[in-house]
């Protein structure tokens, strides 16, 4: 599959996700845990789009790897190591665990937006991928 096209599926699935959290979270979260975790559905719904964006960026990961552009890979941690902390000084304090959860699924889009700029020069975006090698989209 082109690195698209495994782009498109984590999205799609991370979508999905999102949709049955807002469809059926609260049913699932009073079944799951506790009948007060029922009233906890933004969070579920911040962390399951936080979750989706991981998915995404984990794919873009496999590819750096398979294209062996390992040494822009750990800035790009550092990158997701440095936005969880700013963004959970900042909206922890505030907002408890609803901003815990804001925290770390805009940590996930900066290292999205940060991991798609270096995917994209790295080719994987416009070439298809196989393996280890990429050739050239015919």
């Given at each position: 599959l082109a690195m698209r096209q495994l782009l498109i599926?984590?999205?799609g699935l991370g979508t999905t996700g999102v949709v049955v959290a807002y469809a059926a979270g609260d049913f699932a979260m009073r079944i799951l845990f506790r009948p007060e975790y029922a009233g906890r559905r933004p969070?579920?719904?911040?962390l399951m789009t936080g979750a989706a964006l991981s998915c995404v960026v984990s794919v873009m990961g496999f590819g750096l790897t398979a294209a062996r552009k390992f040494r822009v890979q750990a800035p790009l941690c550092l990158v997701l190591l440095v936005a969880t902390t700013a963004?959970?000084?900042?909206l922890v304090p505030r907002w408890g665990l609803l901003g815990a959860s804001i925290a770390i699924t805009l940590s996930w889009a900066v290292t999205a937006a940060c991991m798609g700029v270096v995917a994209w020069k790295a080719g994987l975006l416009t070439s298809r991928f196989e393996g280890a090698v990429l050739l050239e989209a015919a």
């Open positions: 599926l984590a999205a969070v579920l719904l911040w963004l959970s000084s900042v």
